[in-house]
T-cell receptor
């Protein structure tokens, strides 16, 4: 079983739609949680951290359910520029704070 | 401030050849990492470094070696390239006080 699992998609949505991505992780000792964004043939970049209480950044809302080992990302009012792959990332405790990446969910927003 | 840079951007090797990938960061970050990214898989950690002069193995270290002689540079070496090492290689760095990793633009390596 993969340590971090995501639906690979692609999710094809029209502009203005609301879309939700889910992610599950297998290690209950996971410590911190993030969503990274990766544009085609580019490097990953941090989109937002995910806190237990849930957090919002503009059109983006991230939620964490530690009991179910489940993370979500909600994008409201999708823009063409939101088209990318969204990577769910989890850290374990340890001296080097290893990041464990999901394979990503691809989003395509069309006019 | 260039952030994290990687050299080269593209490379084609023949099986058995060797090469070194260079990662440089100008943010004075302590931690540096090398990942590989393959289709349908998440980024996988090859080697990492928690400071100048230190390196350690990650998840998929076989066939690779690294060195961190200077704080700003992290080198990844392939001594005898194999087709299974065809991949996109990303370098990343971070400070000791934040989990956020900053990635370089990647190196696309093909081994024939």
């Amino acid at each position: 079983r993969k340590e971090v699992e995501q639906d690979p998609g692609p999710f094809n949505v029209p502009e203005g739609a609301t879309v939700a991505f889910n992610c599950t992780y297998s290690n209950s000792a996971s410590q911190s949680f993030f969503w990274y964004r990766q544009d085609c043939r580019k490097e990953p970049k941090l989109l937002m951290s995910v806190y237990s209480s849930g957090n919002e950044d503009g059109r983006f809302t991230a939620q964490l359910n530690r009991a179910s080992q489940y993370i979500s990302l909600l994008i409201r009012d999708s823009k063409l520029s939101d088209s990318a792959t969204y990577l769910c990332v989890v850290t374990l405790s340890g001296g080097y704070n290893k990041l464990i990446f999901g394979a990503g969910t691809r989003l395509a927003v069309h006019p | 401030n260039a952030g994290v840079t990687q050299t080269p951007k593209f490379r084609v090797l023949k099986t058995g050849q060797s090469m070194t990938l260079l990662c440089a960061q100008d943010m004075n970050h302590e931690y540096m990492y090398w990942y590989r990214q393959d289709p349908g898989m998440g980024l996988r950690l090859i080697h990492y470094s928690v400071g100048e002069g230190t390196t350690a193995k990650g998840e998929v270290p076989d066939g690779y070696n690294v060195s961190r002689l200077k704080k700003q540079n992290f080198l990844l070496g392939l001594e005898s390239a194999a087709p299974s090492q065809t991949s996109v290689y990303f370098c990343a760095s971070r400070t000791g006080s934040s989990y956020e990793q900053y990635f370089g633009p990647g190196t696309r390596l093909t081994v024939t």
